[in-house]
Every structure is written in structure tokens, then in C-alpha cells.
T-cell receptor, first 115, second 111 residues
Framework: EAQVTQNPRYLITVTGKKLTVTCSQN?????MSWYRQDPGLGLRQIYY???????DKGDVPEGYKVSRKEKRNFPLILESPSPNQTSLYFC??????????????FGPGTRLTVL | EDQVTQSPEALRLQEGESSSLNCSYT??????LFWYRQDPGKGPEFLFT???AGEEKEKERLKATLTKKESFLHITAPKPEDSATYLC????????????FGSGTRLSIRP
């Protein structure tokens, strides 16, 4: 089954304790992206990757890191989490961004709480 | 700067009562406009992509239309299972591969 998976689905942590949220897709997609969703602010793009070893900042990259060493995986790293990073996080992937843009498929979400 | 504004924030309809959701956007060269449906606690689910003004797409009770400044999601004779948050997003040529989402319209259909 074609899907985007994220782990963990729920995480409660404390300020400053490094964490990684994994994202994996099995559709051989080139484009992958991370979003955070907060009430009243909608989905905001954190980072995106157009292919292996190619990443770029979205609208809210501060406090986050990403890497794309393999096509299927795109982990989100919080080196020193802070309470303002408490949010619902989504990973998404799509085939690529050629002349026409295409459908993004979203993972189930990771609810992160930073105390 | 690319921007997306959705209205209304929330909409309550009676079952069978048709209506429209609005998505106004500003972007330097539209690459694509997306509509998604999101149920509580779940990831957005793709509905439509529109590429150019005048384009229309339909799926069951939903129809999406696009002009140079806005898109509408028309819902005809909705059912309670159409209750969800509907999200609009744009991708422009000048912003590389960034995708900008609106804050969504929360739709509730009463039986």
C-alpha cells in the first residue's frame, strides 16, 4: 500500500532534549516536506527536499534541521526543543516538481509536546 | 510574498443545503492550486489540483473552480460525512518549491 509513515505518532519531551521524528515513503517520490499545524495558523512549511541531498527552508525553519540521505526517508531533527515547538507535525511527499506541480500525500501526523 | 486567505473560517449547513468555500490567493506565477480535506487528528487528504484560470474539477458532491485571484469549492447537497476542514494551498513559480496553505474552512453539516 502506498503510504507516508511517521514515527512516533505522539511524543512528550522536555526542553533541550534532542529528538528526531522519522518520515518514510514507499512511492519513490522525489519531493518531501515537513509542516507544522497550529490552531488558527494552518499548515506552515518547515523544510522541503526536492531530491536526495537537496533540502531548502520553508516558512518556519528556525529550530529545526532535516537531512535527505536516502530517497525514501526525510527525518526532522529538533536539536534543542522549546515549548513553542509544541505542535502537530506532518510529513508529505509527491512525485516531483516538474513543469506541473503534483499531489502531495500526507502522513498521519506526529503530536509533539515540549514541556 | 505568496499568500492564501480562506473564508469563511467556519460554516454550518443543513444536510442538502449547497454552498461555496472561498480561497483568495496572491502568487507570482501560479504553478498549482490545491484543495485538501482534513478530518480531526488526521493528515490532509488530496481533493483537487487546478493549474490555470477557468479550470474546473469535480468529485462527487464537490466542484472546484479557479480564477486569477481566487478559487471556490462548491458543495452540492452536502451530507453529514462531508463535515471536515477544507484546506487550500498554492505553489508559485517564483517561490521555488514552497507550498503555502490557508488556515482552512471548518465545515459542519447537520442531519
Amino acid at each position: 500500500e502506498a503510504q507516508v509513515t511517521q514515527n512516533p505518532r505522539y511524543l512528550i519531551t522536555v526542553t533541550g532534549k534532542k529528538l528526531t521524528v522519522t518520515c518514510s515513503q514507499n512511492m519513490n517520490h522525489e519531493y518531501m516536506s515537513w509542516y507544522r499545524q497550529d490552531p488558527g495558523l494552518g499548515l506552515r512549511q518547515i523544510y522541503y527536499s526536492m531530491n536526495v541531498e537537496v533540502t531548502d527552508k520553508g516558512d518556519v525553519p528556525e529550530g529545526y534541521k532535516v537531512s535527505r540521505k536516502e530517497k525514501r526517508n526525510f527525518p526532522l531533527i529538533l536539536e534543542s526543543p522549546s515549548p513553542n515547538q509544541t505542535s502537530l507535525y506532518f510529513c508529505a511527499s509527491s512525485l516531483g516538481t516538474g513543469a506541473r506541480t503534483d499531489t502531495q500525500y500526507f502522513g498521519p501526523g506526529t503530536r509533539l509536546t515540549v514541556l | 510574498e505568496d499568500q492564501v486567505t480562506q473564508s469563511p473560517e467556519a460554516l454550518r449547513l443543513q444536510e442538502g443545503e449547497s454552498s461555496s468555500l472561498n480561497c483568495s490567493y496572491t502568487v507570482s506565477g501560479l504553478r498549482g492550486l490545491f484543495w485538501y480535506r482534513q478530518d480531526p487528528g488526521k493528515g490532509p487528504e488530496f481533493l483537487f489540483t487546478l493549474y490555470s484560470a477557468g479550470e474546473e474539477k469535480e468529485k462527487e458532491r464537490l466542484k472546484a473552480t479557479l480564477t486569477k485571484k481566487e478559487s471556490f469549492l462548491h458543495i452540492t447537497a452536502p451530507k453529514p460525512e462531508d463535515s471536515a476542514t477544507y484546506l487550500c494551498a498554492v505553489q508559485g513559480y517564483s517561490s521555488a518549491s514552497k507550498i503555502i496553505f490557508g488556515s482552512g474552512t471548518r465545515l459542519s453539516i447537520r442531519p
